[in-house]
């Protein structure tokens, strides 16, 4: 049976949801300057806690003597960049390791498999744990973008 509280709040979440396909229209019509804006202070809270995120190896000097470089920390090597895709003309935003540790995100990340002992070696999640912590502030600044676009017009 169903009582008329249960009712009530069904017909809430109707117009809850009519009202977030709204705010999702109106963020598809963002004007392209406020979108990318947006999307670069995103980058940028990503990039801080996924460095927030990652522990510090001991790690100080290169294996690879022959080359003559230092170290480089994945901590210190992350980037973003907003660009646009290809086949649907959204903006985006990427976040990745740098020319020298980029390769070594996923095994970081998702594990590998020791050569030695064939063991596998799990990876600390460091992007999944980085995107919790960020979901509500990406929320926020959406919610921002929103209503300065309201305001502006």
């Known amino acids: 049976m169903i009582s008329k509280k249960r009712y009530d709040n069904s017909l809430y979440d109707d117009q809850l949801v ?18 990318n804006f947006a999307l670069h202070v995103i980058g940028n809270t990503i990039v801080n806690n996924v460095i927030a995120v990652l522990p510090r190896s001991d790690k100080e000097v290169d294996v690879r003597k022959s ?11 992350v980037k973003y960049w907003v660009g646009k895709s290809k086949k649907t003309g959204q903006p985006y935003v990427s976040v990745y390791g740098g020319y020298d540790t980029g390769y ?3 095994w970081i990340n998702d594990g590998y498999i020791n050569a030695k002992s064939g063991n596998f070696v799990p990876g600390i999640a460091f992007l999944e744990k980085a995107m919790a912590r960020s979901q509500d502030t990406i929320e926020t600044i ?8 309201l305001k502006d017009e």
């Open 142 to 149: 959406i919610e921002d973008a929103l209503e300065d676009a």
């Open 67 to 77: 080359t003559r470089k230092r170290h480089v920390h994945l901590k210190d090597d």
């Open 18 to 35: 009519q009202s977030i396909r709204t705010e999702l229209y109106e963020l598809k019509e963002l004007p392209e300057d406020d979108l």
């Open 104 to 106: 070594k995100w996923g």
